[in-house]
């Protein structure tokens, strides 16, 4: 499209001499935005390459950001069960499987690219008739149910990992009525919580 900027991650792959090639749009510090190229000689080869450039792991923004924080049963639960789905789609891989420490991955192992995640959350939003939320939008509710549960704006911090107080008491400014701890409890009621 004419006038269009490219995200970042946003390339395409091509043919070219004997194999093929791959661009992808990346923003320096300074602001540039530049394409990066990755070669090989089948596309298979060039999409890997292209997905090392896209996905990177980056360092947290502070410290307390990498600190342990203890996960509600729940969540313990969903995670052994993803471990072992994992496992098994190891062992179906075989010899295709590309060892990592991540939870979340393809079948083959490697790391799930955002659009796929997106379109994978979008269908199952879809099937479950709900409408669809981002990552930080799941952040922001779990701040709210935090202040409907009363828990102290301190502790939300470090559950949040707000590197400011005042990140943290905007948003529990914004909720915490007593209307909407009724409610909530009202929902609870009539799931059976």
């Given at each position: 499209?004419p006038?269009?900027?490219?995200?970042?991650g946003?390339?395409s792959i091509?043919p070219?001499?004997?194999?093929f090639?791959?661009y992808?749009?990346?923003t320096?510090?300074d602001?540039?935005?530049?394409?990066?190229?990755?070669y090989?000689?089948?596309?298979?080869?060039?999409?890997?390459?292209?997905?090392k450039?896209?996905l990177?792991?980056?360092?947290t923004k502070?410290q307390?950001?990498?600190?342990?924080?203890?996960?509600?049963?729940?969540?313990?639960t969903?995670?052994?069960?993803?471990?072992?789905?994992?496992?098994?789609?190891?062992a179906s891989?075989g010899n295709?499987w590309h060892?990592?420490?991540?939870?979340?991955?393809?079948?083959?192992?490697?790391?799930?690219?955002?659009?796929?995640f997106?379109r994978?959350w979008q269908?199952r939003?879809?099937k479950a008739?709900?409408?669809?939320?981002?990552?930080?939008?799941?952040r922001?509710t779990?701040?709210?149910?935090?202040?409907?549960?009363d828990v102290?704006?301190r502790v939300a911090?470090?559950?949040?990992?707000?590197?400011r107080?005042?990140?943290?008491?905007?948003?529990y400014?914004q909720?915490?009525?007593k209307?909407?701890?009724?409610?909530?409890?009202?929902?609870?009621?009539s799931?059976?919580?």
């Amino acid at each position: 499209m004419p006038g269009r900027t490219r995200a970042n991650g946003e390339g395409s792959i091509f043919p070219y001499r004997n194999g093929f090639a791959a661009y992808l749009w990346v923003t320096k510090p300074d602001g540039r935005r530049i394409r990066k190229y990755v070669y090989g000689k089948t596309r298979e080869a060039v999409h890997d390459k292209w997905i090392k450039l896209q996905l990177l792991h980056r360092d947290t923004k502070t410290q307390a950001s990498d600190a342990t924080l203890p996960l509600p049963d729940i969540c313990l639960t969903a995670l052994k069960l993803r471990s072992d789905q994992r496992k098994e789609t190891e062992a179906s891989a075989g010899n295709a499987w590309h060892e990592n420490d991540l939870i979340f991955t393809t079948r083959y192992g490697t790391p799930i690219e955002p659009r796929n995640f997106q379109r994978s959350w979008q269908a199952r939003c879809d099937k479950a008739k709900v409408r669809p939320i981002t990552v930080h939008d799941a952040r922001r509710t779990c701040a709210t149910l935090l202040a409907d549960l009363d828990v102290h704006p301190r502790v939300a911090m470090q559950v949040l990992r707000h590197a400011r107080f005042s990140v943290t008491m905007e948003i529990y400014t914004q909720v915490s009525s007593k209307a909407t701890r009724d409610a909530l409890k009202r929902l609870g009621d009539s799931l059976g919580c």
